[in-house]
């Protein structure tokens, strides 16, 4: 079992930054590496539906969206065959930027960036989230 604990989340004005982190640790059942595997981060804000922002793939292959090119970096950090660290770096926090911010793995071992990125209710294995509230 793979788990996924997300830390970082917090108050702060606009134009501030923060850093998000997401531990993941355990064995698949056939104890693949987690570094072949892609993770991501989403986002909720109330009344809104789940948005894809970021994921990277066993490659370091990235995939940004939109909203947040050139603002937000993701990066991981394979430390451990059984635990692995995924980490969105956020600048220039903007009020919209106000959400619920979870990590996810990606099991499946063909996974890719840009398919992860493209299904954010994909079947994948979730953290509890981290609230990031940006005021002015």
């Known amino acids: 079992e793979v788990n996924l604990v997300e830390s970082g989340g917090a108050s702060v004005q606009t134009g501030g930054s923060l850093r998000l982190s997401c531990v993941g640790s355990g064995y698949t059942y056939n104890k693949i590496p987690l570094r072949a595997f892609c993770f991501g981060w989403f986002r909720q804000a109330p009344g809104k539906v789940r948005e894809s922002l970021a994921t990277?793939?066993?490659?370091?292959?990235?995939?940004?969206?939109d909203s947040v090119k050139g603002r937000f970096t993701i990066s991981r950090d394979n430390e451990e065959d059984h635990k692995n660290s995924v980490y969105l770096q956020m600048n220039n926090l903007k009020f919209e930027d106000s959400a619920v911010y979870y990590c996810a793995i990606d099991l499946h071992y063909d996974c890719d960036a840009t398919s992860m990125r493209a299904r954010p209710n994909g079947s994948y294995t979730w953290g509890q989230g981290t609230t990031v509230t940006v005021s002015s």
């Open positions: 990277i793939d066993s490659r370091g292959d990235t995939e940004l969206a």
